[in-house]
């Protein structure tokens, strides 16, 4: 579990986090999502005891991180991945990790394979790595200490599209066995595929903080079906609001599931089923960090 509340990080007189709060719970991904800037690694330096706030604690397990008896073993931290020493080898740096942290060597193979770092990879030095490979790597070094909170700022940079699957993948399978993980990353798509919760960071104040569902609710469905006249009456009959668009599709007020089943119910083939234009995720992310940044400019 990681618990953050009211930090607060001034530079002089700008203020980079301004009084955020929000919480990570075991088995669950959350998206720590907003614009360059916007004040996400600051945070994450402040959780991991990196940089010193000016107000408010991080705790990760009740505990300031700082204070872990060998944090490495309970929390997983990748925060750049270029920091890694560029003269030596991935095999060294996660061998060198090992023995600091008191693991097992026999971990770093397992993990070099795990991360899709093969036996020449390992061999080579860092500066050779490319950002993806180095990504990888500081993966494998975040989970190296078998922690039970992953703490990654934007791990997707410098990944192929194969390369996010397979973060996604393995980040799923991390909470899905009980792990809490925190996410950062400017890129909504990124992050919306994996996460359960979002905490969504504007001008340095949280801007949204809920589960995806509970983001995306309000935004719509929108729904088309071969015979749209049919779909209208299932729904308004099942209770759900209904607005037709131009194209003869119509945004419910409900989630994709009740859509789903109403159309089920009533024999409907259905052409289209998704977060409606205008109101999905993108959008609101968009809406919320502008008008965060507003806000904060107003003040
Ligand atoms: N050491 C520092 N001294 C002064 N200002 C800083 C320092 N570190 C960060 N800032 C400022 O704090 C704000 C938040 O930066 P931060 O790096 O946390 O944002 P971010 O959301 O992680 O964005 P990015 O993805 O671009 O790193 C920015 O305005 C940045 O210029």
Redesign the pocket.
């Known amino acids: 579990m990681i618990s953050v509340e009211h930090l607060t990080k001034r ?1 002089g007189p ?1 203020t ?2 301004n009084d955020v709060s929000f919480r990570c719970e075991p088995g669950t991904v959350t998206g720590f999502l ?10 994450m330096r402040m959780i991991t005891g990196l940089t010193p706030p000016t107000g408010g604690t991080a705790t990760v397990d009740g505990m300031p991180y700082r204070r872990l008896p060998n944090p490495g073993r309970r929390v997983g931290v990748l925060l750049d991945a270029s920091a890694q020493h560029p003269g030596r080898t991935g095999r060294e740096t996660l061998s060198l990790a090992a023995q600091v942290m008191g693991v097992d060597r026999g971990r770093v193979d397992k993990l070099l394979d795990l991360v899709g770092l093969d036996a020449k990879a390992g061999r080579k030095r860092v500066r050779q790595y490319s950002l993806g490979m180095r990504q990888r790597l500081g993966l494998a070094h975040a989970l190296l200490g078998d922690p039970r909170v992953l703490i990654l ?2 791990p997707a940079n410098g990944l192929d599209p194969e390369g996010i699957f397979w973060m996604r993948t393995v980040l799923r399978d991390f909470a899905d066995r009980g792990g809490t993980v925190l996410l ?1 990353s ?1 890129l909504l798509r990124e992050v919306e595929a994996v996460a359960d919760r979002l905490v969504v ?1 504007g001008g ?1 104040r949280v801007v949204a903080d809920g589960t995806k569902d509970e983001l995306l609710a309000g935004s719509g469905i929108r729904v088309r079906a071969l015979e749209p006249e049919k779909l209208e009456w299932a729904l308004t009959t099942a209770g759900v609001t209904t607005t037709r668009t131009a194209d003869g599709a119509f945004v419910a007020q409900a989630d994709a599931e009740t859509v789903g089943r109403t159309a089920a119910a009533a024999d409907l083939v259905l052409l289209e089923l998704r977060p409606a234009d205008g109101g999905g995720l993108e959008q609101l992310f968009l809406e919320l960090t502008t008008n965060g940044a507003a806000k904060e400019a107003a003040r």
């Open positions: 530079y700008h980079a986090v907003g614009p360059n800037g916007a004040g996400k690694s600051t945070t700022d934007e950062s400017h960071i340095g």
